[in-house]
T-cell receptor, first 109, second 115 residues
Framework: AQSVTQLGSHVSVSEGALVLLRCNYSSSVPPYLFWYVQYPNQGLQLLLKYTTGATLVKGINGFEAEFKKSETSFHLTKPSAHMSDAAEYFC???????FGAGTRLTVKP | SAVISQKPSRDICQRGTSLTIQCQVDSQVTMMFWYRQQPGQSLTLIATANQGSEATYESGFVIDKFPISRPNLTFSTLTVSNMSPEDSSIYLCSTRGGSFADTQYFGPGTRLTVL
């Protein structure tokens, strides 16, 4: 069965610190991997995606993620957190319509 | 990209009643999807709605409770029937787009509260 696991339901970082949100997947075929962000009381916004090609993908707002097939991972990173990054982040394997449980990012001043 | 709108954006309903949520896409799309996001949780796929065929429901969801219509390539409705407080959730409409239909887009969601 295909699944998505996000390690850590809540991550807290200081403003300016590195953001690392972890996502692991299981898939019997090459996956389409996505990260979405959901701000309070809003819908889902696509941050970035990996389908084929370059394994390091860059998204909006300075986020990037690297597809590592050997580790079945697609971790999301941002070098320097900003207060406006506080939100819920979801990793998804779209080919199988599966979402991770979500990680709530808190940014401390 | 696909732009998706939903109506209503939110509603408060009494138990035992039904609510129909509308989803409009700004372009013709083959597949439309309905998700539920319960409070503090992730998204769960309810069903896939292709134009011209019956909706396909995921395990745990049935047509009697969540009837779906897909009258054309830009529109779909989801009805939440005989509501109970456990149905209080955000309901999201979604479709695929992009050059190879490899990107999933979401509507803003309908926030439903059942009293």
């Amino acid at each position: 069965a295909q699944s998505v696991t996000q390690l850590g339901s809540h991550v807290s970082v200081s403003e300016g610190a590195l953001v690392l949100l972890r996502c692991n997947y299981s898939s019997s075929v090459p996956p389409y991997l996505f990260w979405y962000v959901q701000y309070p009381n809003q819908g889902l916004q696509l941050l970035l995606k990996y389908t084929t090609g370059a394994t390091l993908v860059k998204g909006i707002n300075g986020f990037e993620a690297e597809f590592k097939k050997s580790e079945t991972s697609f971790h999301l990173t941002k070098p320097s957190a900003h207060m406006s990054d506080a939100a819920e982040y979801f990793c998804a394997v779209i080919r199988y319509m599966r979402f991770g449980a979500g990680t709530r990012l808190t940014v401390k001043p | 990209s696909a732009v998706i709108s939903q109506k209503p954006s939110r509603d408060i309903c009494q138990r035992g009643t039904s609510l129909t949520i509308q989803c409009q896409v700004d372009s013709q799309v083959t597949m439309m999807f309905w998700y539920r996001q319960q409070p503090g949780q992730s998204l769960t796929l309810i069903a896939t709605a292709n134009q011209g065929s019956e909706a396909t429901y995921e395990s745990g969801f049935v047509i009697d409770k969540f009837p779906i219509s897909r009258p054309n390539l830009t529109f779909s409705t989801l009805t939440v029937s005989n509501m109970s407080p456990e149905d209080s959730s955000i309901y999201l409409c979604s479709t695929r787009g992009g050059s190879f239909a490899d990107t999933q887009y979401f509507g803003p969601g309908t926030r439903l509260t059942v009293l």
